[in-house]
Structures are given as structure tokens and as C-alpha cells.
T-cell receptor, first 114, second 108 residues
Framework: DVKVTQSSRYLVKRTGEKVFLECVQD?????MFWYRQDPGLGLRLIYF???????EKGDIPEGYSVSREKKERFSLILESASTNQTSMYLC?????????????FGNGTRLTVT | TQLLEQSPQFLSIQEGENLTVYCNSS?????LQWYRQEPGEGPVLLVT?????EVKKLKRLTFQFGDARKDSSLHITAAQPGDTGLYLC????????FGKGTRLHILP
């Protein structure tokens, strides 16, 4: 079974802190994604990566950056956390999308910024 | 901009009843995926439909992809409390687009 592991289930950070959310997958997937999920807004794509050291902006990249130094690891960085970044963050991985490959999600990190 | 509209947003029904949730778009997708998400967990794939008009069954769940590959439906027969969760459809082309989901609650 594919396993996507997010380093923390719950995080509480203060406004202005730098926050790192880590995600590791064990299936040698090329693609990795970061989403945030908010009530009434669904899943929104923040950043994605199709290869090591490659990154692309999703629909809502403002206030975030990412790092993919190794194929299995995709990190989401909040440079200066703000209260409007309180959310559930979901990492996912997949084989190339043109193969109709599904996304495999981690169990999420619920981040609260106070 | 590709959009996927899911309806209804919320559905609460009694155990044993049947239900259908819908996923509609004006865009054509090469495939459509359905996921279920339970509280505190990430979404998990239920099925992928690829061919227009395709019907797939997963026990009491029946998934249909529209002939024009723009819409899909999920029908649950004799709903059980274990079916409770958030159902998400996702259309795939060069990237994957998610609907906002249908939150289903089955009352025992």
C-alpha cells in the first residue's frame, strides 16, 4: 500500500513564525502536491511538483513556498504564519496525471495560527 | 477555468435509504475520480472512470461517467452508517480539479 506520511497531525504556531510542514511518500511517485482544505471552500491547490527540484504554483501560492530536494519528500513552508493560514493541510502524491493516476493523500496536518 | 460542481452539499438520510450525488462540469475530462474522506483522515480513492458512459460498481456504490465525460454520479443503495463521510469528485486532464464535496450522514 502507498503510504504518504505527514510529520505532524496537529500544530499550533504564533503569528509571524516560520512553519515547516513535511511530507514523505514511499512509492517513488513523481508528482507531489500540497492542498489546504477549508469548510465551504473544498480542496485548494497551493503548490505541486512533478520532479525533484521542480515546483509549480497552484491556485493559492501566496504566503507559501515549497522545497523538493529528494523525490520522496515535499516540504511546505509558511515564511511568516498568519491567522488566515489556519487550516487543514493535505499532502498527496501520484504517478504522472496523464496516466489517470489517482492521488494518494496523507492524513493531514491541522495547523492553528494564533 | 475548469470547475466541478457537486450536489447536494449536505445530505442526511436514514439507514437503508438510497441516494444519488452529482458532479457536473462544463469541461470535458479524460477521467473522473471519486474519493471518500472520513474525519481526521485524508481522502481515499474509491474509483476512477475513464470512458464516456462507463458504469462501475463497488458493492452498494454505483458510479457513472456521463457520455460526454463532463459529469458523473454516485448512487448508494441501502445506505449504511459506515457510508458517512465527505465524498469528493475530481476531474483529471493535465491536472486534477476537485469539487467541494458532498457531506453525507447516514442516521442509524
Amino acid at each position: 500500500d502507498v503510504k504518504v506520511t505527514q510529520s505532524s497531525r496537529y500544530l499550533v504556531k504564533r503569528t509571524g513564525e516560520k512553519v515547516f510542514l513535511e511530507c514523505v511518500q514511499d512509492m517513488d511517485h513523481e508528482n507531489m502536491f500540497w492542498y489546504r482544505q477549508d469548510p465551504g471552500l473544498g480542496l485548494r491547490l497551493i503548490y505541486f511538483s512533478y520532479d525533484v527540484k521542480m515546483k509549480e504554483k497552484g491556485d493559492i501560492p501566496e504566503g507559501y513556498s515549497v522545497s523538493r530536494e529528494k523525490k520522496e519528500r515535499f516540504s511546505l513552508i509558511l515564511e511568516s504564519a498568519s491567522t488566515n493560514q489556519t487550516s487543514m493541510y493535505l499532502c498527496a502524491s501520484s504517478f504522472p496525471t496523464e496516466n489517470n493516476s489517482p492521488l494518494h493523500f496523507g492524513n493531514g496536518t491541522r495547523l492553528t495560527v494564533t | 477555468t475548469q470547475l466541478l460542481e457537486q450536489s447536494p452539499q449536505f445530505l442526511s438520510i436514514q439507514e437503508g435509504e438510497n441516494l444519488t450525488v452529482y458532479c457536473n462540469s462544463s469541461s470535458v475530462f479524460s477521467s473522473l475520480q471519486w474519493y471518500r474522506q472520513e474525519p481526521g483522515e485524508g481522502p481515499v480513492l474509491l474509483v476512477t472512470v475513464v470512458t464516456g458512459g462507463e458504469v462501475k460498481k463497488l458493492k452498494r456504490l454505483t458510479f457513472q461517467f456521463g457520455d460526454a465525460r463532463k459529469d458523473s454520479s454516485l448512487h448508494i443503495t441501502a445506505a449504511q452508517p459506515g457510508d458517512t463521510g465527505l465524498y469528493l469528485c475530481a476531474g483529471a486532464n493535465d491536472k486534477i480539479i476537485f469539487g467541494k464535496g458532498t457531506r453525507l450522514h447516514i442516521l442509524p
